[in-house]
C-alpha cells in the first residue's frame, strides 16, 4: 500500500509564498504549485504586473492568489510581507525565495550601494523570511523552504563578485538551516538553474555572451522558466520529503563541462 494518501505530488491544502512570483521563473514555480493544489501568496515590486499574474494563475488553476507590493530588498517590507501573508492566508507551508537580482561589476569596481543591495535581496530576504515563517512550520511540524541560487554560486565570471557571493552564501545557509529544521519535519533546499531565459539575463547580456551562454550547455540552448518549476514542485511535495540540505543544479548541462 502506497504511503501517500493521495500522490506524493499533491500539494492539496497547502500554503505557498513565492517571491518575484509575478514574472519568469517565480512566475512558473508559482504556477506549478498552484496546479499541485497548493493557494499561492506572490510578491513583487509591481502592483500591474502582480494583479495580472494573479487572475492568470487564479483562472488557470483555479486556486486562491493572494498579491503583495514588497521589494523584499528592504529589510522592513520582507518581515511586513511575512506577517501580511500569515495574517491574509493564516499560514505558510512552502517558502518559494525567488526575488534576486544582478549587478555585474569586478572587485575593483563595485560600488558599495551595489553591493549592499545585493546582499540584502539575493541573501538576506531569505533569512529574513525564513526567521519569520519557519515558528510557525515547526509548531505544525511540516515545511519547504526552498531557495533559488544560480550556477554562478558554483563558478562564475570576472565580474559577477557580489552576486556569486550571495548566491554562494545561500548554499551556506541551507546546510545551516536543514539541520536546524530537519527534527521539525521541515526540509530546506536550494535550487541552482543555469542559462534560463528570463528578464534579468536577457536584459544585461549582450548578444554574444547569450549565445555564448547557450554554446556552453549540452542541449545548446537557454531553458525556458517552465522547465525548472518540475523541480521546484519535487522539493515542496512530500514526493522530496527525504531530500534537504541538498544544491539541485538545472542548467542543461553547463557544469558538466569542463572547458
Known amino acids: 500500500m502506497s504511503a501517500y494518501q493521495n500522490t506524493p505530488f499533491d500539494l492539496t491544502g497547502r500554503t505557498a509564498l513565492v517571491t518575484g512570483g509575478s514574472r519568469g521563473l517565480g512566475k512558473e514555480m508559482a504556477r506549478i504549485l498552484a496546479q499541485a493544489g497548493a493557494d499561492l501568496a506572490i510578491c513583487g515590486r509591481q502592483p500591474e504586473s502582480l494583479a495580472s499574474a494573479a487572475r492568470e494563475l487564479a483562472d488557470q488553476t483555479g486556486r486562491r492568489v493572494e498579491t503583495f507590493v514588497a521589494d523584499v530588498g528592504q529589510r522592513p517590507q520582507a518581515e511586513a510581507l511575512a506577517r ?34 545585493l546582499v540584502e535581496l539575493n541573501l538576506t530576504a531569505s533569512m529574513v523570511l525564513t526567521r519569520a515563517l519557519a515558528p510557525g512550520m515547526m509548531q ?15 563558478a562564475s565570471t570576472a565580474d559577477r563578485v557580489a ?31 543555469g542559462p534560463f ?32 518549476a518540475p523541480a521546484a514542485l519535487l522539493l515542496a511535495s512530500d514526493a522530496g520529503s527525504y531530500i534537504t540540505g541538498a544544491i539541485f543544479v538545472v542548467d542543461g548541462g553547463v557544469t558538466a563541462r569542463m572547458w
Open 84 to 117: 501580511d501573508a500569515l495574517e491574509r492566508l493564516g499560514h505558510i507551508d512552502i517558502l518559494v525565495s525567488n526575488a534576486g537580482w544582478n549587478i555585474p561589476q569586478p572587485a575593483d569596481a563595485i560600488r558599495d550601494e551595489d553591493w549592499d543591495a
Open 140 to 154: 505544525r511540524k511540516w515545511g519547504r523552504i526552498i531557495y533559488i541560487s544560480s550556477i554562478m554560486a558554483l
Open 163 to 193: 552576486y556569486s557571493a550571495t548566491k554562494a552564501a545561500l548554499h551556506g545557509m541551507v546546510k545551516a538551516n536543514c539541520l536546524h529544521l530537519g527534527p521539525h519535519g521541515i526540509t530546506v533546499n536550494c535550487l541552482a538553474p
Open 197 to 228: 531565459a528570463t528578464e534579468m539575463p536577457m536584459s544585461i547580456l549582450t548578444p554574444e555572451q547569450k549565445q555564448s551562454f547557450a554554446a556552453r550547455t549540452a542541449v545548446g540552448r537557454w531553458g525556458e522558466p517552465r522547465e525548472l
